[in-house]
């Protein structure tokens, strides 16, 4: 393939609107095989919705094996995955979450961004992980 033109994107093939090709779908604007990355970036669909659809160990191997370019930064941030296909581990993994799913809570609720590093929360972090008011 040859290199484009920065913000550019260039699909391997000439697709159609609305058209998927592996597992991306094609918006519009994209007929001709180009793009403008500002487009992509505003047009490209995130999922906020999950099934319960088993995800094959090909496909999930396809996702790891791209996600390892994605941007890091200074390129050193690592990467560990582990792949949890137990109900029951699973729902004790999202168990093992909720306080600090609670201390998240808390924080929103006393405007603060939360997770963030760069100021000392005001949260008492005992007492919102404890907190099964918050949800």
């Given at each position: 393939?040859?290199?484009?033109?920065?913000?550019?994107?260039?699909?391997?093939?000439?697709?159609?609107?609305?058209?998927?090709?592996?597992?991306?779908?094609?918006?519009?604007?994209?007929?001709?095989?180009?793009?403008?990355?500002?487009?992509?970036?505003?047009?490209?669909?995130?999922?906020?919705?999950?099934?319960?659809?088993?995800?094959?160990?090909?496909?999930?191997y396809?996702?790891?094996?791209?996600?390892?370019?994605?941007?890091?930064?200074?390129?050193?941030?690592?990467?560990?995955?582990?792949?949890?296909?137990?109900?029951?581990?699973?729902?004790?993994?999202?168990?093992?979450?909720?306080p600090?799913?609670?201390?998240?809570?808390?924080?929103?609720?006393?405007?603060?961004?939360?997770?963030?590093?760069?100021?000392?929360?005001?949260?008492?972090?005992?007492?919102?992980?404890?907190?099964?008011?918050?949800?």
């Amino acid at each position: 393939m040859t290199s484009q033109p920065f913000g550019r994107k260039r699909w391997p093939q000439t697709p159609a609107v609305g058209e998927c090709i592996g597992s991306t779908f094609v918006p519009a604007g994209c007929e001709t095989g180009e793009m403008e990355i500002y487009d992509v970036m505003r047009t490209t669909f995130a999922a906020r919705d999950f099934t319960d659809d088993e995800v094959t160990d090909e496909v999930l191997y396809r996702i790891f094996d791209n996600a390892r370019f994605a941007a890091s930064g200074g390129n050193r941030q690592g990467h560990k995955v582990i792949v949890v296909r137990d109900p029951a581990r699973k729902k004790r993994l999202g168990e093992l979450c909720i306080p600090a799913m609670r201390v998240a809570a808390a924080q929103v609720a006393a405007g603060e961004v939360y997770w963030q590093s760069y100021s000392p929360s005001s949260v008492n972090i005992e007492e919102a992980m404890a907190d099964e008011s918050l949800k």
